[in-house]
């Protein structure tokens, strides 16, 4: 089951802002599948599928299935997947907004953790239910000022909505700050480990250094930037390594030594292992150049 299975007896819009009264069989087994480029809300006007399950899926984000409710918020090109015992004609009010004609901000797929998509499985707002009855309303009985009535209600949606996410994207993104350095931070700490010898270093010294506990500088680098502190470090030496092996004045024992390691025969093993290459057959290559 997709989209093009649900058929609309009504359908209005305005600048923005698209409205349907639509409605489908759900056989039984149920599967549905929809992506659209417009935010859109699904308000079901008749009793939902029992022990409907649901996803929210975008490009690198998604959560496992939760239980779906009678208001369901997609977020522009979302991947929302369901499935469900079915068994029951289904009508809902669809509503769809632009989001670049939206004078409010609603989240993007990689604003949301995955358990606020998962609150949009099941958005619970009195305000956002009774702004879609009254636009399912005047879909089915168009008066007057219909399209001026359609263009604020769905500023209101659109309102509410962000009231309602805005609280939970602004905790999870001051607890992702509180977790991560400040650049000043991440700053001293990569000083400090570039001014030492990779070969020696560790992380309880590094710690030490810019007094933090040892778990606290390991989980909070490598959510900073992505990579363990261990594997800047290796990454930085063997950079240097490259660096030093290209100047012919240097010997490959005065490298080793230069770099920290006990003897030139661990170098070479730790060379080997970062590059493929011994740091002889690495010269060579570099001379042949």
């Known amino acids: 089951m997709n989209e093009q299975d649900w058929i609309v007896d009504a359908e209005s819009q305005s600048a923005g802002i698209r409205v349907q009264i639509a409605r489908c069989d759900w056989p039984q087994p149920t599967e549905y599948f929809e992506t659209v480029s417009w935010h859109a809300l699904n308000l079901s006007l008749t009793p939902i599928p029992d022990g409907i399950e649901g996803y929210l899926k975008g490009r690198s984000t ?6 779906v409710g009678r208001l369901v918020f997609v977020p522009a090109n979302l991947h929302i997947g369901c499935r469900g015992s079915g068994g029951r004609h289904q009508r809902v009010v669809r ?6 004609c939206l004078i409010t901000h609603l989240p993007a797929t990689e604003e949301l953790s995955p358990d606020g998509l998962r609150d949009c499985l099941n958005i619970q707002a009195p305000e956002i239910v009774n702004a879609m009855l009254r636009l399912g309303r005047e879909t089915l009985a168009p008066d007057f000022g219909s399209r ?3 263009e604020s209600l769905g500023a209101v949606i659109a309102v509410e909505l962000e009231r309602l996410l805005l609280p939970r994207m602004q905790r999870e993104a ?3 700050r509180k977790s991560l350095f400040t650049r000043a931070d991440l700053r001293r700490i990569i000083e400090f480990v570039d001014s030492r010898s990779a070969a020696n270093i560790t992380i309880t010294e590094v710690a030490d250094a810019c007094n933090i506990s040892s778990r606290t500088l390991t989980r909070k680098f490598k959510q900073t930037t992505g990579e363990t502190l261990h594997a800047y470090a290796h990454r930085r030496a063997t950079k240097r390594a490259r660096a030093l092996l290209s100047d012919p004045g240097r010997s490959i024992k005065e490298v080793s ?17 970062a590059t493929g290459l011994s740091p002889s057959e690495y010269r060579r290559s570099v001379a042949c150049c």
Do not use: E, M, W
């Not at 509503?95 to 670049?100: A, E, I, N, S, W």
């Open 257 to 273: 030594y230069q770099l920290g390691f006990l003897n030139p025969s661990a170098f070479s093993i730790a060379f080997r292992r």
């Open 62 to 67: 998604s959560v496992q299935r939760s239980d």
């Open 174 to 176: 001051a607890s992702k």
């Open 148 to 150: 001026i009535l359609l």
């Open 95 to 100: 509503v769809f907004l632009d989001p670049t």
